[in-house]
């Protein structure tokens, strides 16, 4: 069955570094535009960075441009997400999405803390 499983999310201090990873598996990866949002409790879900299937483009959000980076392994059916000089404000719940036409696949999400 399709799963997407995200990991790497924890407690930073501000300005540090955290690197989120998203494994896919029982859909067809490469053929997938993958994104990372992120969300917080009363606030509606918000697109972070997005990625071709191809890896050859991305887009990020106002909020994280410059600190942020999309990046994903077709081989490996992963993607990531790179976040550094981490900010209170990224504090969210955050989750990987795969979308192909009107098919869209989520996971369950990974809590990003930023604190000191």
């Known amino acids: 069955q399709v799963q997407l499983v995200e990991s790497g999310g924890g407690l930073v201090q501000p300005g540090g570094s955290l690197r989120l990873s998203c494994a896919a598996s029982g859909f067809t990866f490469s053929r997938y535009v993958m994104n990372w949002y992120r969300q917080v409790p009363g606030k509606e879900r918000e697109l972070v960075a997005t990625?071709?299937?191809?890896?050859?483009?991305?887009n990020y959000a106002d909020s994280v441009k410059g600190r942020f980076t999309i990046s994903r392994d077709n081989a490996k059916n992963t993607v990531y997400l790179q976040m550094n000089s981490v900010k209170p404000e990224d504090t969210a719940v955050y989750y990987c999405?795969?979308?192909?036409?009107?098919?869209?696949?989520w996971g369950q999400g990974t809590q990003v803390t930023v604190s000191s």
């Open positions: 990625i071709t299937n191809s890896g050859r483009t991305t």
């Open positions: 999405n795969a979308r192909w036409g009107s098919t869209n696949y």
